[in-house]
C-alpha cells in the first residue's frame, strides 16, 4: 500500500526555475524523507525532516512539514538539468522499512 | 567503500519459473531490505532481513522468500512468476532495526530489471 501521494504526478520546466513538489500522507509519522531517482535505477536520500520540525534546508533543497495537514512539500530552487528525475516521499514504518508515495516526475530543459 | 550491489543487472523469465536475485550490503551495514517497483510506481516493501531472519514483511505473497546469509549479503526468490512480477527489484541496507536516524537511513542499490514473458 502507498503511504504517500505525491502531487503534481509530472512536472516540466526549464533550467534556472524553481520547482516545488507535494506530498500528503495518511498516517502519524515519526519523520519524512524524499528520495530522487534517476531514469529508474537506485534511489538518493535526499532529506530527512523529523516530525517536530517544520523546516529543513540542504543547499537547494527546502522541505516544509505540516503535520495537522499530513502533507510536506520539497521545492528544488534554482534548477538544472541534472536536477531531471523522479522524486519519492517515504515514510518509515515501525521498523526501517519504508512506504513510497508514486512520485513526481521532474523534467529540467536548458 | 563499495556501496549496495545488486546481481544481475537484467534478468528475463517466463511465466512459472524461478528467479534469485542477490545483494550485497554497504561495508558496515547488517540490514537488508527488499524493494518492488513497477513501472511508474513507487517501490513497495517487500521483506527486511538481520541477523540471517526475516523481521518485517510487506504484503506479498508466499511466493516471495529471502535469505540473509552470515556475511550480510541477501537473496530475494520469486517462485511461479507472473507477468506482474515484472519489476525493478530494490534492494537496500542499513544498521540495525531501530528506527534511529542516522542508523536507519537506507542506501539502495541499482536495482535488478526482472522481465517476466
Known amino acids: 500500500s502507498q503511504q504517500g501521494e505525491e502531487d503534481p504526478q509530472a512536472l516540466s520546466i526549464q533550467e534556472g526555475e524553481n520547482a516545488t513538489m507535494n506530498c500528503s500522507y495518511k498516517?502519524?509519522?515519526?519523520?519524512l524523507q524524499w528520495y530522487r531517482q534517476n531514469s529508474g535505477r537506485g534511489l538518493v536520500h535526499l532529506i530527512l525532516?523529523?516530525?517536530?520540525?517544520r523546516e529543513k534546508h540542504s543547499g537547494r533543497l527546502r522541505v516544509t512539514l505540516d503535520t495537522s495537514k499530513k502533507s510536506s512539500s520539497l521545492l528544488i530552487t534554482a534548477s538544472r538539468a541534472a536536477d531531471t528525475a523522479s522524486y519519492f516521499c517515504?515514510?518509515?514504518?515501525?521498523?526501517?522499512?519504508?512506504?513510497f508515495g508514486k512520485g513526481t516526475t521532474l523534467s529540467v530543459s536548458s | 567503500d563499495a556501496g549496495v550491489t545488486q546481481s544481475p543487472t537484467h534478468l528475463i523469465k517466463t511465466r512459472g519459473q524461478q528467479v534469485t536475485l542477490r545483494c550485497s550490503p554497504k561495508?558496515?551495514?547488517?540490514?537488508v531490505s527488499w524493494y518492488q517497483q513497477a513501472l511508474g510506481q513507487g517501490p513497495q516493501f517487500i521483506f527486511q532481513?538481520?541477523?540471517?531472519?526475516?523481521?518485517q514483511r510487506g504484503n506479498f505473497p508466499d511466493r516471495f522468500s529471502g535469505h540473509q546469509f552470515p556475511n550480510y549479503s541477501s537473496e530475494l526468490n520469486v517462485n511461479a512468476l507472473l507477468l506482474g512480477d515484472s519489476a525493478l527489484y530494490l534492494c537496500?541496507?542499513?544498521?540495525?532495526?531501530?528506527?534511529?536516524?542516522?542508523?536507519?537511513?537506507?542506501?539502495f542499490g541499482p536495482g535488478t530489471r526482472l522481465t517476466v514473458l
Open positions: 525532516i523529523r516530525s517536530n520540525e
Open positions: 517515504a515514510t518509515p514504518t515501525s521498523g526501517t522499512a519504508l512506504i
Open positions: 498516517t502519524s509519522i515519526n519523520n
Open positions: 561495508s558496515g551495514h547488517d540490514t
Open positions: 537496500a541496507s542499513s544498521v540495525g532495526l531501530a528506527g534511529v536516524w542516522p542508523y536507519n537511513e537506507q542506501f
Open positions: 532481513y538481520y541477523e540471517e531472519e526475516e523481521r
